[in-house]
């Protein structure tokens, strides 16, 4: 038998902590993903360009839209525009990369978008002699340019970058003025999915509210960022004229589902049975083909008032 | 066989020979089985990393024109799949001895740490940093760092029991039912809470919940060994003290009791045990199920309910079975990983319903 006193240091944590405290110290698992996101880390230019491991969809997008693909030896699971990408290898969900992983398909540089994690996973990276060089991501026009220079600057590519950041920001420009002069502004809704009849909505802080701002809408949720359950009566409140739905994103939703939703049958977007659906990746990206959905979203809020 | 776990042999019997021999005959497998597992998880992987030739290279000095390789590979060895190996270990053997313990305190061999509100409690703990670690608890996750989830999730069990043990021993004598019921009200109670967490998260927040509920041991890093290592080491050799104790309380405590055994002190010492164990299990690898349940089932089968057996041989097998789980995790889906929990589940729920089907009929639970 052991007595309990035996077992006082399992108790007392103290001694173990000073023992095991090291003394760099990061910050916690999740809250990395919150801080704004800084430049890269050490050099932002890829000695060896020659194998590149590209994590995050609109990074991968990127990378073509440079023609640099013939570089890239591995994409993440969400990289999957143009179909070209799906033929790489999939590192997996760019927030459960498993750095052995990574390392196995021998890159010469890791090129992440911000966010991408778990943290321990980006720490054993960044240990390695592989360059890695996160990419900052903000939801607006500027945050699309400023992607395509990082990226271009770590291939070695600036000027072939600049190109195609001026091409990109004369149409995220034109697709932004489509919608300038129109008066009476769409209120919408963005609703990630329905379970069990709760609405789950993007509000501020998330890729859904800056699209709806770049096509000239307003979002109609105010009062929580990121994505939340809504109850009935902040559904019926938020009177959203447009629903906007992602088109590819688990299980489709018909629309019977969301307009048997006595909260969203009763809003404007309900009685005129407003609902649009557009393809995730595309939408929420924030890459080359944003302009392009933009313009795709403005047409489908505003029809004939948008001007070209 | 497997519900002689109810009337363990305590005292000696003409099969007790053949069944401590044989019992032996069957560590010693376990150990040779662990040792394998071992090998085979530092040799396999998503890379082409050799381990062997890393181990070489540390026993006999680097090839000059390989030192580049060398180095990624020793660091893939070391860095990465050393510590994962020291990790899965660990918690293997921390969730399949708590199992055999819990299962002997509550005369249940159905019992699991996760019954009492321990795992719980941890996830409480483990989600508040997730989500309060930027804004509430900010001081806290600045000064520990990548420390604090490990630790949050511990001290949110043991709180977790330390409350019960509160609410169930009324005179020094703690019921072991009242415990069951006021474990079960306590995880309710924690999973409330870890709602109100979950609802207050934002979507990246939500992402690295989702996967963290998922149990993996990708995170293992020495810094983690080292805050959660040396609470579940104690915590294991701790455990075997508790065998001959288990035994006799198998006849009822009225009967331990006039056996010799202080009961109240065997109960005590086994939950603060389990719950330093699985607290600080759940803290480092996030929810895995089954190895709890399914590793001592195992070993009745094989050593019988003898606890001076099944808690040493419930640690070989929950260690190799952990490190096994992780390797097809590693590797399956290779350069991707899947959680463990998945892996565990998916071995472990088909195990544990042939389990009741085999017993039907004769336990009634």
Redesign the interface.
């Known amino acids: ?4 006193s ?2 006082a ?3 007392s ?1 103290a001694p ?2 000073r ?4 003394p ?8 990395v ?2 801080q704004p996101a800084g430049a890269a880390e050490g050099t932002a230019v890829f000695a060896d360009r020659s194998k590149i491991a590209a994590i995050g969809g609109s990074i991968t997008e990127i990378v073509y839209a440079l023609g640099e693909e013939k570089h890239l030896v ?1 994409r993440d ?1 969400t990289s999957r525009y143009p179909k070209a990408a799906l033929e790489l ?5 760019m ?2 990369l ?9 890159p010469t540089g890791i090129l992440a978008l911000h ?1 991408s ?5 980006v ?2 990276l960044k ?4 360059p890695f060089i996160e990419v900052p991501e903000h939801y607006s026009h500027e945050g699309i340019l400023e992607k395509v220079r990082i990226v271009g600057k770590a291939l070695g590519v600036d000027a072939k970058a600049e190109v195609l950041a001026r091409e990109l920001d004369a149409k995220l420009t034109a697709a932004e003025k489509q919608t300038a002069s129109i008066k009476e502004r769409k209120r919408i809704l963005f609703v990630l999915s329905i379970q069990g009849g709760k609405i789950l909505a993007a509000g501020s ?2 890729a859904a509210d800056g699209m709806v701002k770049l096509a000239g809408g307003v979002n109609a949720v105010e009062g929580f ?5 809504m109850s009935d009566e902040a559904v019926i409140t938020a009177r959203p004229d447009v629903i906007l739905m992602m088109s590819n994103a688990g299980p489709p939703v018909s629309d019977a589902e969301l307009f048997g939703n006595p909260s969203v049958a009763s809003t404007p977007a309900g009685t005129a049975r407003k609902l649009i659906r557009i393809d995730g990746a595309y939408l929420l990206g924030f890459g080359p083909r944003t302009a392009d959905a933009i313009h795709d979203l403005a047409v489908s809020l505003y029809g004939g008032q948008v001007t070209d | 066989m497997v519900d002689q776990s109810i009337a363990g042999p305590v005292t000696a019997s003409a099969s007790e020979g053949d069944r401590s021999g044989r019992a032996r005959i069957v560590i010693l497998l376990l150990c040779l089985g662990l040792a394998a597992a071992v090998f085979l998880s530092l040799t396999s992987g998503a890379s082409d990393a050799s381990a062997v030739n890393v181990i070489g290279d540390w026993l006999f000095g680097t090839v000059p024109d390989n030192a580049a390789l060398s180095a990624r590979d020793s660091l893939i060895v070391y860095d990465i799949r050393l510590p994962r190996i020291i990790l899965g270990m660990l918690v293997g053997a921390a969730l399949a001895v708590s199992g055999a313990v819990m299962q002997g305190l509550f005369r249940n061999p159905l019992a699991d740490p996760g019954l009492i509100g321990v795992s719980a409690g941890s996830s409480l703990g483990a989600v508040a940093v997730i989500v309060l670690g930027a804004t509430m608890l900010a001081p806290v996750t600045a000064l520990l760092g990548t420390l604090a989830l490990p630790l949050a999730a511990f001290c949110g069990g043991l709180a977790t029991t330390l409350v019960l043990y509160q609410v169930a021993t009324r005179r020094g004598q703690t019921s072991v039912a009242t415990m069951l019921l006021a474990g079960i009200a306590l995880a309710a109670l924690a999973m409330a809470l870890t709602g109100i967490l979950i609802f207050m998260a934002d979507d990246r927040q939500l992402r690295d919940l989702t996967f963290w509920q998922l149990g993996s041991l990708g995170g293992a890093t020495w810094a983690k060994i080292a805050s959660v290592g040396p609470i579940i080491v104690l915590a294991l050799a701790a455990m075997p003290f508790l065998a001959r104790g288990l035994n006799a309380l198998a006849l009822g405590e009225a009967t331990a009791g006039h056996l010799g055994i202080p009961v109240q002190r065997l109960k005590y010492t086994a939950i603060i045990g389990v719950s330093a164990a699985v607290g600080a299990s759940v803290a480092v690898s996030g929810g895995i199920g089954f190895v709890g349940i399914v590793v001592p089932h195992l070993l009745r089968l094989a050593v019988g309910p003898d606890n001076r057996y099944l808690l040493p041989a419930s640690a070989l097998l929950g260690a190799s079975l952990l490190l096994l789980a992780d390797a097809v995790a590693r590797t399956i889906v290779a350069p991707a990983e899947l959680p463990i929990g998945i892996v565990t589940a998916i071995a472990g729920a088909p195990f544990f319903l042939w389990i009741l089907l085999r017993k039907r009929g004769v336990v009634d639970l």
């Not at chain 1, 498993?98 to 021998?106: A, D, F, I, W, Y």
């Open positions: 038998m052991v007595s309990f035996r077992l240091p399992v108790l944590l173990v902590l023992s095991a405290m090291g760099a110290i990061g910050l916690s698992l999740a809250f993903a919150l591995a699971s290898p999939d590192v997996g969900y927030r459960a498993s750095p052995e992983g990574v390392l196995s398909v021998n966010g994690g778990p943290k321990e996973a720490d054993v240990k390695t002699s592989v802080d998330t960022s990121g994505y939340k359950q």
